[in-house]
């Protein structure tokens, strides 16, 4: 009698652990601009009331479509491929839920303050390009590109602000990741610094 007693209370405890009813997951979507990992959301278990119990099985992962993006090899993180859509999946037995991943990579990179791509400087001049990471006409406020310069003899660049050193050209690229823009910079010679403005071509830059 003793044993089927606690064989009785042995059932009632385990019929009594919180079932897991359901997954949460934050945040619920996200957009990226880089093919860069990043974590996967954190995921909450819930039972039927919506209360956080605990789970003694290991989430699963699982992403698709896979051109979009994969799950890293180290079970952690997702890596973006390519611009689209892609929904990352939380398992846990017969319960999931997903993740919205946006994934839209930038197309070019614009440079202003040279008109037509190109910039005519004074000797001692100097002048300020801008320059934008952009996807599909739209900039990306948080892609910053990297400037420099093919002659750093004749001008030099440093976020954009562009200096006369010498007499000649050079090129000034903003790049960002295999994307770049460029801006062909020449330098007047001093012997002939008056006449600069008369002698530039249409379309050209002239910073003295």
């Given at each position: 009698m ?5 064989i009785g ?5 385990a019929?009594?652990?919180p079932v897991?009813?359901?997954l949460?997951?934050s ?7 880089e093919?860069t990992?990043?974590a ?6 819930l039972?039927k ?7 003694h099985e290991?989430i699963?992962?699982s ?6 993006a ?13 611009d689209g859509?892609a929904?990352?999946t ?10 919205t991943?946006?994934v ?11 008109e037509?791509g190109a910039?005519s400087?004074?000797?001692t001049?100097s002048?300020m390009l801008t ?9 990306v406020?948080s892609?910053?590109?990297?400037w420099?310069?093919?002659?750093p ?7 954009g602000?562009v200096?006369a050193v010498?007499?000649g050209t ?13 801006v062909?910079v ?5 012997a002939v610094?008056?006449g600069?403005?008369a002698g530039?071509?249409?379309g ?5």
């Amino acid at each position: 009698m003793k044993n089927v007693a606690l064989i009785g209370v042995l059932a009632l405890g385990a019929g009594c652990a919180p079932v897991p009813a359901s997954l949460s997951l934050s945040p619920a979507a996200d957009k990226v601009h880089e093919v860069t990992p990043l974590a996967l959301p954190s995921v909450e278990v819930l039972d039927k009331a919506g209360t956080a119990v605990a789970s003694h099985e290991a989430i699963s992962w699982s992403v698709s479509p896979e051109e979009v993006a994969k799950l890293g090899d180290d079970g952690a993180t997702v890596v973006p491929l390519a611009d689209g859509t892609a929904t990352v999946t939380a398992n846990l037995g017969t319960i999931s839920a997903s993740w919205t991943l946006n994934v839209a990579l930038p197309d070019a990179v614009n440079i202003a303050g040279a008109e037509g791509g190109a910039l005519s400087l004074a000797p001692t001049g100097s002048a300020m390009l801008t320059a934008s990471v952009v996807d599909n006409g739209q900039a990306v406020e948080s892609l910053v590109v990297t400037w420099s310069s093919s002659d750093p003899a004749v001008a030099t660049v440093a976020d954009g602000s562009v200096m006369a050193v010498a007499a000649g050209t050079s090129s000034v690229t903003a790049t960002w990741g295999a994307l770049s823009s460029t801006v062909v910079v020449t330098v007047a010679d001093p012997a002939v610094a008056e006449g600069v403005e008369a002698g530039v071509p249409a379309g050209d830059t002239v910073v003295q």
